[in-house]
């Protein structure tokens, strides 16, 4: 579930909030608010499309976990799906976390 929207960290381009399929965020004219926070499908679009890491999606469908934007900073937690997933932030590279060169088709 949506966890945390950091307002140190967002650049207000309002990209969680068009990418996010169950409409969870609200535009501001500033940093988007988490508006229904009850509707998140722990889906982690907004959080692997925020440009700056400043989403975290917590991985517990249920919730919310509580989990403060500190702890996940101090966690190294944020941007952590998009790492996980190989995304480099437009950065070359991130192909060596891909495993699926090993795959051999069987003759
Ligand atoms: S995608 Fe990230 S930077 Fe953009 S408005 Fe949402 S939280 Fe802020
Ligand atoms: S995890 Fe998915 S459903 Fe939940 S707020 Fe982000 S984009 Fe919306």
Redesign the pocket.
């Known amino acids: 579930m949506i966890e945390i ?2 307002a140190t ?9 068009k ?1 996010c399929p169950a409409n969870v ?1 609200d535009a501001t004219g500033g ?2 608010v988490v508006a229904r926070q009850e509707d998140c499908q722990t889906c982690f679009l ?1 959080e692997i ?7 975290y999606v917590a991985e517990v469908a249920e919730g919310p976990t509580g989990i403060s934007e500190a702890e996940v900073e101090a966690r190294h937690l944020f941007g952590g799906y998009a790492r996980a997933l190989g995304w480099r932030r437009g950065k070359a590279g991130g192909s060596q976390f891909d495993p699926t060169h090993r795959i051999r088709v069987a003759q």
Do not use: G
């Open positions: 929207v950091s960290r967002c650049v207000e381009c309002d990209i969680c909030v990418v965020f940093v988007p907004c499309y925020c440009p700056t890491d400043a989403l």
